[in-house]
């Protein structure tokens, strides 16, 4: 039986400001049957507030405290310190709040997030402090995101030219990395067994329901198709939100 179920956002429940078809329904009849949502996503530039705010917006009930950013995970997994940041308030606002003072002085820490404003001056900090001993942590490595306009540079961009500069690899907190998985497991306090992971990407998505012990659900709605499928292979694929309710409620 189904006990809860963990959802992608972008690509999966809403595509830019579009809920997908059937997602408003299914999520209405899971919350009628007591099944818990806990919503998932890499996207490090919004507040949970925000996000829940644009849930609701679009016919999806849903609090800040069902909403688990990557920056937020970024927060709760790390020990507070000093830190510089490439993102924006979504990422900045975990931070704070969790402990961590903003530091353009050795930072401990540079987080990078998707920032639709960076600029060359940003990247040449993060480099330095970087190159000087300064954590480097990705909230995500997306390539690329996806909008009703179409593709655009995602987070993962931003991180690949500080690891080209400053020659270290990033510590990884978003999908399909373990760190985002741990605190959504305990959060949610269901068995793995009793859970599924529901989205639209096979190599944020599929693969960390594959680290988690989770059923993976790849549903055709976003990025990956089924084309795409080859070493990381979904549990279950679902082209629609009908499909998916069939495969909740007759279990």
């Given at each position: 039986m189904i006990k809860g179920v963990i959802f992608d956002l972008d690509g999966t429940v809403y595509i830019g400001e579009t809920?997908?078809?059937?997602?408003?329904?299914?999520?209405?009849?899971?919350?009628?049957?007591?099944?818990?949502?806990?919503?998932?996503?890499?996207?490090?530039?919004?507040?949970?507030?925000?996000?829940?705010?644009?849930?609701?917006?679009?016919?999806?009930?849903?609090?800040?405290?069902?909403?688990l950013t990557s920056s937020q995970a970024a927060a709760e997994y790390l020990e507070p310190g000093g830190f510089y940041y490439i993102?924006?308030?979504?990422?900045?606002?975990?931070?704070?709040?969790?402990?961590?003072?903003?530091?353009?002085?050795?930072p401990e820490y540079v987080f990078v997030g998707l920032d639709p404003?960076?600029?060359?001056?940003?990247?040449?900090?993060?480099?330095?402090?970087?190159?000087?001993?300064?954590?480097?942590?990705?909230?995500?490595?997306?390539?690329?995101?996806?909008?009703?306009?179409?593709?655009?540079?995602?987070?993962?961009?931003?991180?690949?030219?500080?690891?080209?500069?400053t020659e270290k690899d990033p510590l990884v907190i978003g999908k399909p990395e373990k760190p985002i998985m741990d605190i959504a497991l305990r959060r949610l306090d269901i068995d793995p067994e009793e859970l599924i992971i529901v989205g639209d990407n096979i190599v944020t998505d599929i693969q960390a329901g594959k680290n988690s012990g989770i059923r993976s659900v790849l549903i055709l709605t976003g990025v990956s198709k089924v084309s795409d499928v080859g070493d990381i292979v979904p549990d279950v694929v679902v082209d629609t939100f009908v499909d998916l309710s069939k495969l909740i409620f007759t279990e």
């Open positions: 809920p997908v078809p059937g997602a408003v329904e299914l999520i209405d009849r899971i919350r009628s049957n007591n099944i818990r949502i806990l919503y998932v996503t890499n996207r490090a530039n919004k507040t949970t507030a925000e996000i829940a705010g644009r849930l609701n917006d679009i016919g999806v009930p849903a609090k800040p405290s069902e909403v993102g924006q308030e979504g990422l900045r606002k975990p931070l704070v709040d969790a402990g961590f003072t903003y530091s353009e002085t050795s404003e960076l600029t060359y001056d940003k990247l040449v900090k993060a480099c330095r402090f970087i190159r000087n001993g300064s954590c480097f942590v990705a909230t995500n490595m997306d390539p690329f995101a996806i909008s009703e306009e179409g593709i655009s540079p995602g987070n993962g961009s931003i991180v690949e030219s500080l690891r080209i500069a």
